[in-house]
């Protein structure tokens, strides 16, 4: 019996999991004529988002604290009910609410979280946590036999070798980088297609974050696995992600491939995100670009999030149709597949309004340097 199915045949690059117009509001009641309004007061953590997860490749979703990431990672692990659009596994809808169908996603879909000893229950060995996932996911096989020889793979996987070492110890016998190791070989054994992981280095020593990146890269490349990486930290998506996406304050502002977002990114707001997380490699002209921020400096409240586009109050660049429409994607035109919801990428709305003319905004900063390039590609 193998655990996992090595490599499995499907091509690299398929679909595996999809999010359409994803939306979760939280409800918030505040004061008791809340409980008798027809629009109650609501977090807004989560609007519109779409973006897929693809067989081999690792797709990072960053954004400082609050922007939603988490929750995206949980409404696609189905444990939060959303408040609208769709989750489509393989190009199916997914309606989950528990039981068997609950197991069923989740043996496709697992999720792998910050913090690995809070996830690892400290009374049980690491041989538990992993069987009790192999018998939950049907992956134990028959025999005593079955179910060591999976043990033993699992834990080789994660690079926990020799075996026998870590099955009969408990999580405060690891160090972080093992706890996370076999949080991990917990979700191999459910042998899923797509693996969720939400910030898994942030709480990791700086010195073991890369060895757990690598491992996933490995995972996603042995095992085909669609990897769906969140962080806050933009340069660690461009070292391990194929491709990008940032959100802000519960939207998606840009997407595109890994090197291209990074090196060469569209949205003020990502230009912001990138100056404060300096990366030595960065190429020229984007790093001398001032990016400054008009507001103050916080992200808006998503109870009564800002009209147009949620980055207006803090955008060097603001326009007044900024405050007023909710940006499209718009290609950039640089690289197939980039694009900035941003109204900066749209000709007609810049030369009739012109990039900071909004009362407060900065006209003086540079605009951002693909702009140009748009309109010479259309
Ligand atoms: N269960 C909840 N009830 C109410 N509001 C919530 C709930 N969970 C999250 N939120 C709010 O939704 C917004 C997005 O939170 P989320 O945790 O998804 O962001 P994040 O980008 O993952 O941040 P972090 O990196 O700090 O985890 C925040 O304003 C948060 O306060």
């Known amino acids: 019996m193998t655990t996992l199915s090595e490599g499995t045949a499907a091509p690299v690059g398929e679909v595996v999991l999809e999010a359409v117009g994803l939306t979760k509001h939280f409800p918030v009641r505040r004061k008791l004529r809340?409980?008798?309004?027809?629009?109650?007061?609501?977090?807004?953590?989560?609007?519109?988002v779409s973006f897929e997860l693809r067989r081999g490749q690792v797709t990072a979703l960053v954004g400082e604290s609050g922007s939603g990431k988490?929750?995206?990672?949980?409404?696609?692990?189905q444990l939060y009910p959303r408040t609208g659009g769709d989750i489509l596994l393989h190009g199916r809808p997914t309606k989950v609410r528990g039981g068997r169908r609950f197991r069923a996603y989740v043996r496709r879909v697992q999720l792998i979280f910050q913090d690995p000893f809070a996830s690892l229950n400290p009374v049980h060995t690491v041989r538990y946590h992993l069987t009790r996932a192999l018998r939950i996911h049907g992956n134990a096989g028959k025999t005593a036999a079955d179910l060591e020889r999976a043990l033993g793979e699992l834990l080789t996987r994660v690079s926990l070798t020799p075996p026998e070492r870590y099955l009969d110890k408990f999580p405060h016998?690891?160090?972080?980088?093992?706890?996370?190791?076999?949080?991990?070989?917990?979700?191999?054994?459910?042998d899923p297609e797509a693996?969720?992981?939400?910030?898994?280095?942030?709480?990791?020593?700086?010195s073991i974050r890369l060895g757990i990146l690598n491992l996933l890269?490995?995972?996603?490349?042995?095992?085909?696995?669609?990897i769906l990486y969140i962080t806050h930290d933009i340069a660690s998506a461009r070292?391990?992600?194929?491709?990008?996406?940032?959100m802000y304050a519960g939207r998606m502002v840009e997407g595109g491939d890994s090197e291209t977002v990074t090196q060469n990114p569209a949205h003020p707001y990502t230009r912001?995100?990138?100056?404060?997380?300096?990366?030595?490699?960065r190429i020229a002209g984007i790093a001398d670009a001032t990016v400054k921020d008009r507001g103050n400096g916080e992200p808006p409240s998503l109870i009564k999030p800002p009209a147009g586009c949620r980055f207006n109050p803090r955008c060097p660049h603001a326009m007044p149709r900024c405050t007023v429409d909710l940006p499209p994607r718009l290609e950039i035109g640089d690289r197939p597949g980039h694009w900035a919801a941003c109204w900066l990428y749209d000709p007609e709305t810049v030369a009739k309004e012109s990039p900071g003319s909004l009362a407060g905004a900065d006209p003086a900063v540079e605009t951002p340097p693909a702009l140009h390039l748009t309109e010479e590609a259309r």
């Open 34 to 48: 809340d409980l008798f309004s027809r629009n109650p007061a609501s977090v807004h953590a989560v609007d519109d």
């Open 70 to 77: 988490s929750t995206v990672a949980r409404l696609l692990a």
């Open 173 to 190: 016998e690891l160090s972080g980088g093992q706890r996370q190791r076999v949080a991990i070989a917990r979700a191999l054994g459910a």
């Open 195 to 206: 693996l969720l992981a939400d910030e898994p280095v942030s709480m990791l020593d700086v």
């Open 217 to 226: 890269r490995d995972l996603k490349e042995r095992l085909n696995l669609a």
């Open 239 to 246: 070292y391990f992600a194929d491709e990008t996406m940032v």
């Open 272 to 281: 912001l995100l990138i100056e404060s997380a300096p990366d030595p490699d």
